[in-house]
């Protein structure tokens, strides 16, 4: 549940020495990964710094486990349904290494040079003593990571034979002439496994000796090299995925298993949201005369009620869960809403309103599984059950965001017979103006979260739309909806 920065976006210099015996004059020594990583995990917990930082939701319950288990110095396997931000989570432990170590340049094994372990090292440093180079790698080159699918083979993890290096004329029991695979060139780093359990069982038992024994075997040769990294990988449960399992002489050599989940409080959610939804972009570039779009602190909330009820919907599949991505990409949708009507509209701001809520419907569909889903892959039904649950998150956020406030001049507005007329691309002047002078309009859009001196008639509009909705949704307004027009009434 994370937005992971770069971790080298504002790397600092690498440190001054270049030779091996200018990093043993510095007083440099060999420290292992895991030690690397508790040392600075501790110096973060005594600073009273964020560990993880970026992480949401998980505060009180993943990262203490999390924290025990990098202390401990276990490799750890995270469990948990898609969308809970454990690949996210995976990649910011890389903020956890020390920001330039220093490596021999030229080896495939990113090798310490103080603690060579190669043929090709041990023969640089006995031909070059003190003068052998020595380079810096960041934080950043120092993670590695592999999506398990089933066509995933122990060359891609561990290695293999190189023909080209035998073609070259070295012998076949040359350790030289291995091409080292994805695990061993992460040496001294971070190793990802995504997906673990879609890892063929063959191929799992390659890993065996990486979290045991710390080495890896390649094709019969005689070939030990201690290998220095984190192991971390993900699942999703066993009894929902079917497609594989761990295999359990692997589970055994997993130090910590932690469970994710979706955020529990709703303040999570929304936070989340905002950390994620990539809303700037839609109005930053190519839009002529557009800014970034507002999404209004309500239709943020509405979209995150709107995730939780899927979630808890027993028309839902409950083993495959509702990701994260779900929110997000209608928060994304939304905005696009709102930036394409300021476009067509001619509005300088693009702010969503609630007219822009139907559209996520559609959208995301796609990323629901229904427990109950029909044979036909179209059936309306499932469209249905989102509407609805749209509704329902729309009406929890009025009542939760306007009890006590009094939409009374508002709704006799209507008591006339007359109506108001909105649509996705009905521009918020349009809508203002069929309404005259709205009574206690700064009332409600302090209550909704707009400053006062920073209101303007998009977020005007917004507010009030979403007062109408609500009005309607507690049986206090009609409405009637026809293709993109929306007409409230008495």
Not at 241 to 263: Q, S
Not at 329 to 354: D, F, H, M, N, Y
Not at 397 to 421: K, N
Request: charged fraction near 25%; glycine fraction near 10%; proline fraction near 6%.
């Amino acid at each position: 549940m994370a937005e992971v920065t770069d971790p080298g976006s504002s790397a600092s210099a690498p440190p001054a020495p270049t030779t091996l015996g200018e990093l043993r004059d510095s007083g440099a020594t060999f420290r292992p990964v895991k030690a690397e990583i508790r040392a600075n995990l501790l110096a973060r917990l005594g600073a009273g710094e964020p560990t993880l930082p970026g992480i949401v939701g998980f505060e009180d319950t993943v990262v203490p486990e999390v924290e025990r288990a990098l202390i401990a110095g276990h490799d750890l396997v995270l469990l948990g349904e898609r969308g809970q931000g454990k690949t996210r989570l995976i990649r910011t432990l890389v903020g956890l290494l020390d920001e330039w170590t220093p490596v021999l340049p030229g080896s495939e094994l990113n090798e310490h040079p103080l603690n060579p372990i190669s043929v090709w090292a041990h023969r640089q440093i006995a031909e070059h003593g003190d003068a052998t180079p020595v380079g810096w790698l960041h934080r950043s080159d120092r993670f590695g990571e592999k999506l398990a699918t089933p066509d995933t083979s122990v060359g891609d993890l561990i290695g293999d034979v190189d023909p080209i290096k035998v073609a070259a004329g070295r012998t076949l029991g040359d350790p030289e002439t291995v091409h080292y695979g994805l695990v061993p060139r992460t040496n001294r780093g971070i190793f990802s496994v995504n997906e673990l359990p879609d890892l063929a069982e063959r191929i799992q038992v390659a890993l065996l000796n990486v979290l045991e024994e710390r080495d890896i075997q390649i094709r019969g040769y005689r070939v030990r090299l201690p290998l220095d990294l984190l192991l971390v990988a993900s699942a999703n449960p066993e009894d929902y995925t079917n497609r594989g399992r761990i295999i359990t002489p692997l589970k055994d050599r997993f130090g910590a298993e932690v469970r994710t989940h979706y955020p529990i409080e709703l303040a999570d959610e929304i936070r989340l949201l905002h950390q994620e939804a990539h809303t700037s972009w839609l109005g930053a570039q190519g839009d002529g005369h557009l800014g970034a779009p507002i999404i209004p602190e309500h239709l943020a909330e509405i979209v995150a009620r709107f995730a939780r009820l899927v979630r808890e919907s027993n028309h839902v599949d409950q083993r495959s869960g509702v990701s994260a991505r779900f929110a997000i990409a209608g928060l994304e949708t939304i905005a696009a809403s709102a930036v394409r009507r300021a476009a067509v509209a001619g509005e300088t701001r693009p702010v969503a309103r609630v007219v822009d809520l139907p559209s996520v419907v559609p959208a995301s569909r796609g990323k629901v599984e229904f427990a109950d889903a029909g044979a036909d892959p179209d059936d309306e039904r499932e469209l249905e059950i989102l509407e609805h649950l749209l509704r329902q998150a729309t009406a929890q956020t009025f009542r939760a965001r306007c009890a006590g406030l009094d939409l009374t001049g508002l709704q006799e507005h209507f008591t006339g017979g007359e109506t108001v007329e909105s649509g996705e691309l009905v521009p918020a002047a349009a809508l203002l103006g069929q309404l005259g002078t709205i009574p206690k309009l700064a009332e409600l859009l302090g209550r909704l979260g707009v400053p006062e001196g920073e209101q303007s008639a998009e977020q005007a509009a917004a507010a009030v739309e979403f007062a109408l909705e609500g009005l309607y949704l507690t049986r206090r307004l009609a409405k009637d909806t026809d293709g993109g027009r929306t007409v409230y009434g008495a």
